[in-house]
């Protein structure tokens, strides 16, 4: 890629010319000169100087054509690399704080014994911020929940998934008679009767927690949150100690499952399906479309297949 573009592209990053400068080491002059350029060349502004520094819609076009051309270059060279190299190469995968712990182990097990030589750096984050990484090129596919729909995603739904609420049984029984609780067990939680008991949630980035908010704001109902973790196995210790309930997809509640083999009664963990929730979950394996897999891709992916659907199908039978 050219200069010019490399120049747009950290001014378009950056949104500052002075900033911009400093990142690629030359001169304020030399970076406009630059973004001068590039707009008598393509006859249109690239940027908007007033009232603040930002792309305009050329430049938003622009921005987005080299960060696929980045991610095609990237692909060829890494391909070629393949080739010269035989089964080595270096990929990286975005994946969430909470499913890494329940999907990598296994997959990696099995990984390893084909290509034992292949490098994998993961990237933990929740799946918007990963929806952006990879149209930006920052990595190479990732496992997301409900991914939004875009041109340049090639999107695999590789399971199901729902959401649950956890609750102790102290808990439970301290608000509800055991005649309704066992109802609740077959039926589903009318949320509604829900709404006075502390409850921890995720924050308000992530996918599931997208899922939740708009079933509590299409029901106009307020959950009385007294604490916002991210981490599924933080949210189910604090549930099993009795503190709070909480609202999970089912495929993280293997550590729930565990507990209750070893807890005395009160502690038991409930797992309830929920009334009207109708939005259900969906686990994404996601890749750029431009990009032509390299052979250790391809098998990771396969394996990725088979292991999220057989979490998938045993976290169903519980």
């Not at 060279?77 to 270096?90: F, V």
């Not at 875009?150 to 695999?156: A, L, P």
């Not at 980035?205 to 991210?230: A, D, F, M, P, W």
């Amino acid at each position: 890629m050219k200069t010019g573009f490399e120049i747009f592209l950290i001014a378009a990053e950056e949104l500052s010319i002075s900033r911009a400068a400093q990142k690629a080491f030359v001169t304020q002059q030399c970076v406009s000169d630059h973004i001068k350029r590039l707009e008598k060349e393509y006859g249109v502004e690239l940027f908007e100087r007033k009232p603040k520094f930002r792309l305009t819609p050329a430049g938003e076009i622009m921005r987005h054509s080299l960060w696929n051309i980045q991610i095609m270059e990237k692909s060829m060279s890494s391909s070629l690399e393949d080739i010269a190299r035989g089964e080595r190469g270096k990929f990286t995968l975005g994946i969430s704080t909470s499913r890494a712990p329940i999907i990598i182990p296994g997959v990696l097990s099995r990984y390893y014994q084909m290509f034992p030589n292949v490098n994998i750096s993961f990237c933990v984050e929740d799946t918007p911020i990963l929806e952006e990484r990879l149209l930006r090129g920052d990595i190479d596919l990732f496992i997301g929940i409900n991914t939004d729909p875009h041109q340049d995603f090639y999107v695999e739904v590789l399971a199901p998934d729902e959401i649950m609420l956890i609750i102790s049984s102290g808990l439970l029984h301290r608000f509800f008679e055991p005649a309704e609780i066992k109802r609740m067990a077959t039926a589903g939680v009318d949320m509604t009767r829900f709404t006075n008991i502390p409850f921890t949630l995720s924050f308000k980035t992530g996918k599931v927690n997208r899922v939740i908010q708009e079933y509590l704001n299409y029901y106009n109902l307020q959950l009385n949150v007294v604490y916002n973790i991210s981490d599924s196995e933080t949210q189910i210790m604090l549930c099993a100690a009795g503190i709070c309930a909480s609202l999970c997809p089912r495929m993280l509640l293997s550590s729930a499952h565990r507990h209750n083999l070893t807890c005395e009664e009160p502690d038991k963990l409930y797992m309830l399906p929920i009334k009207n929730l109708d939005r259900r979950l969906h686990i994404d394996l996601v890749s750029h479309r431009n990009v032509v897999q390299p052979l250790y891709i391809r098998e990771f992916m396969q394996i990725l297949r088979e292991e999220v659907g057989k979490i998938a199908c045993e976290s169903f039978d519980r």
